[in-house]
């Protein structure tokens, strides 16, 4: 007589997207009121204001401009997370659909890197030259140039993509950053908007790479060697989109800095200085410590042959990303004693924990999904912290 052994396909509750979004609902729409009572028992005249807070009001009630300024920053960030998280949804799949090996997606994957370290590294220092909105077009027209390739050609030469997308990630992890932070100094907006800004850039970030998970295997429904190529189709109309809202965006003093000039005022500001030093590292450990995570977070959940639905804990990840990130807020803005240092330290030391457990220890699934999601909002938190440091 057979034996029939029962295999259950792991997935995560149902009730943790439930509790992440109703979470980050709550954060977001409590934190102007607590912030207002908090200006009002500090100061008689925030006190007896009876002008009841906007949803993402501080306390100082923010100029049309300035909340116009940073809706449409916010839209063209959006659109280009989007643009970002289409060309991942698929990955190594992708390029085993063409017939790949494990060596040739690695070369290739090697090759990315490469261009990112030699090529991506000046593109800052060309930002600084002629300005962070160009470079900003410059990365809308590496995804429209790379859609429209996938398009036209049936087999596209993957070293080419991988350098293109390499490229563009780079441009995407400093040049809208340092396009809204000139923008906000030269139309004069209020400083705490700065940071408020850029805690919703990694809200919506996180958001933004959600909806092209949602979006990619939407195109793709079932027929994969038909639809194969309709992400490619999305990511040139959303790189249309975005290039009509940079051209049709705020005007960009031209910057007429000689190259001497400039490096004499790179050696002395950034070179010279050692927090500069320092803050380079801890980005360093962080981006280190994240590519590692995304290599490795999958086998360890699968290991022992257990049967996962990777696809429905991603979003989990991402979830409390975003969750993480409405928490900084709460830190920075008055409410608690810490300084943005205080925060990292805190957030860098809670990371560290969380996976040393994952490293010396063996945890079932629930705990593992539990472990990382801490990982992430951590992340949510770090990434803000870090942008207002180099701003300062």
Known sequence: MGVVIESSVWEPNPGLYIFIFFASLFSILAFPYASNKYSSTGSSSSSSS?????LFDHG???TASSLRFQRNFLLIYSLASVMEGLWSVFGEFELAYYGLSREQMMFSLCVG?????LIGSFLGVLSDLIGPKKVCFLFCILHLFLG???RIIDHPSVLAASICLSLAASIFSFSFETWMVVQHEEQGHRQDMLSETFWLMSFFESASLIGSQVLSNWLIGNNVDKNMASHSTAAIFLAIIALVCLLRGWTETPQKVALKEYRASFSTYVFGDKRIWLLVWAQACLHFSVAVFW???APTIVADGREVHL???YPCFLGSRMLGSTIFP?????LSSLRTEDCLVFAFIIMGLVLSITAYDYQEIGVLVTLFCIFHAGLG???PSLARLRTM
Do not use: C, D, R, Y
């Open 50 to 54: 009876s002008k009841a807070p906007s």
């Open 60 to 62: 100082i009630s923010p």
């Open 113 to 117: 890197f490469a261009a990112s370290l």
């Open 148 to 150: 429209l390739w996938k």
């Open 295 to 297: 290599i490795l977070w």
């Open 311 to 313: 696809g429905l804990i």
């Open 330 to 334: 709460w830190l920075i803005s008055g």
């Open 381 to 383: 938190m770090i990434f």
